[in-house]
T-cell receptor, first 114, second 115 residues
């Protein structure tokens, strides 16, 4: 297992288009988290899954955003009708229950909306 | 109100010197965990150190130690003998309570190590 993988690494899209990102967590981790990080800021929590169940969603996650984790393995984050304000780094992380070592993060997907 | 406050946007430190990165937190929950992460220019978040609220001793991991002052709600990161590779963004983070599973992050401190 090589850690948390995110695809794509970079995405440039036109405003109004839909985009989908994928995250493959560490295989034995049952929790998966999505964060958004804008320039010069810390990561902001978006949502998290335990197995296939989505347990919490931030108010930052507007109705244009949807996340899924079918079968409790990989997860997708879709943004519909993208806006310039959606430009950010989208980070995925995974953990095994409430591990005291925190999360293992992926390298992120950098989204640029033009 | 901010849960995690990092008051130093940027710091410059001479190589081989020790450096302290400040972090204060706000919670009314008696059970919580504190984390520090490093984010180099490559973008990946790297876990450094963890301190539980009930831990009696300050956490240490190699050159990293966490100066935990519970009454002051302070969790400063100390890096001993700094190296050029320590140049990065550093984030303090907290997970509250047994019922909350998300980690919330501060705004970070950018550390520059000078040769």
């Amino acid at each position: 297992d090589t850690g948390v993988s995110q695809d794509p690494r970079h995405k440039i899209t036109k405003r109004g288009q839909n985009v989908t990102f994928r995250c493959d967590p560490i295989s034995e981790h049952n929790r998966l988290y999505w964060y958004r990080q804008t320039l010069g800021q810390g990561p902001e929590f978006l949502t998290y899954f335990q197995n296939e169940a989505q347990l919490e969603k931030s108010r930052l996650l507007s109705d244009r955003f949807s996340a899924e984790r079918p079968k409790g393995s990989f997860s997708t984050l879709e943004i519909q009708r993208t806006e310039q304000g959606d430009s950010a780094m989208y980070l995925c992380a995974s953990s095994f229950t409430r591990d005291s070592s925190g999360y293992t993060f992926g390298s992120g997907t950098r989204l640029t909306v033009v | 109100a901010q849960k995690i406050t990092q008051t130093q946007p940027g710091m410059f430190v001479q190589e081989k010197e020790a450096v302290t990165l400040d972090c204060t937190y706000d919670t009314s929950d008696p059970s919580y965990g504190l984390f520090w992460y490093k984010q180099p220019s490559s973008g990946e978040m790297i876990f450094l150190i963890y301190q539980g609220s009930y831990d009696q001793q300050n956490a240490t991991e190699g050159r990293y130690s966490l100066n935990f002052q519970k009454a002051r709600k302070s969790a400063n990161l100390v890096i001993s003998a700094s190296q050029l590779g320590d140049s990065a963004m550093y984030f303090c983070a907290m997970r509250e309570g047994p019922g909350d599973d998300k980690i919330i992050f501060g705004k970070g401190t950018r550390l520059h190590i000078l040769p």
